[in-house]
């Protein structure tokens, strides 16, 4: 069982709905064709010879009119599906969170606003546990929980510790105590999945989308 699991026995998770499949789908696909395009790119400015870099013009230009068409097909979903939009106009008014981490959020942890703090932060892989073997006591770590959440998450931390007038003043704070700047960084991601957390929870009482 996961240090998830153990520490908050946690209700099976109910089958995600259609348009949460449908979420999780596009948004994941606008992911790997985003990493796609920028290897393609990275690729077209190394080649010397014309009808390589012609080709790799021509897969770049197909790749930004795939992304295109995600990125379409994302807003006519949340424009056909106002529970979502509301979850998604909610999440932005986060200063450091803009319409791609919170659909990434919405997409990889449709949960938030049906938890409490420690469930969400544990769910999300930012719990710290303890190391822990007989007496011994060592640093405490955070793991588990959902990678591809903690990605979109540590965009937007990346972000919050520059622009944000509140986590920006706590990773100031950290960084001044002599934390690392990954330590500091980690202690925003979990800030603001419990704030995630808190602001959805007046839509939790809504139909999941």
Request: glycine fraction near 6%.
């Amino acid at each position: 069982m996961t240090d998830y699991g153990q520490a908050f026995q946690p209700k099976p998770t109910p089958a995600r709905s259609q348009p949460q499949q449908q979420l999780t789908e596009l948004v994941r696909r606008r992911k790997q064709l985003l990493e796609m395009l920028v290897a393609q790119r990275q690729q077209a400015d190394r080649l010397t010879l014309a009808s390589l870099r012609r080709q790799a013009q021509r897969l770049v230009r197909h790749l930004e009119g795939a992304l295109k068409q995600i990125q379409e097909q994302l807003k006519e979903l949340c424009e056909q599906t106002p529970s979502l939009d509301r979850r998604l106009q909610t999440l932005q008014t986060i200063t450091a969170v803009g319409t791609t981490t919170a659909l990434a959020v919405l997409a990889e942890m449709p949960e938030l606003g049906s938890l409490n703090r420690g469930q969400a932060a544990a769910l999300a892989g930012l719990a710290p546990h303890p190391r822990e073997s007989g007496q011994w006591q060592g640093r405490r770590f955070t793991g588990g929980g959902r990678p591809a959440f903690r990605g979109a998450l540590y965009m937007a931390a990346l972000v919050a510790a520059h622009s944000n007038p509140i986590l920006k003043e706590f990773y100031q704070r950290l960084r001044a105590a002599g934390k690392p700047a990954k330590v500091a960084l980690v202690a925003i991601m979990r800030k603001l999945v419990v704030l995630m957390n808190h602001l959805l929870k007046p839509l939790s009482l809504e139909p999941a989308f």
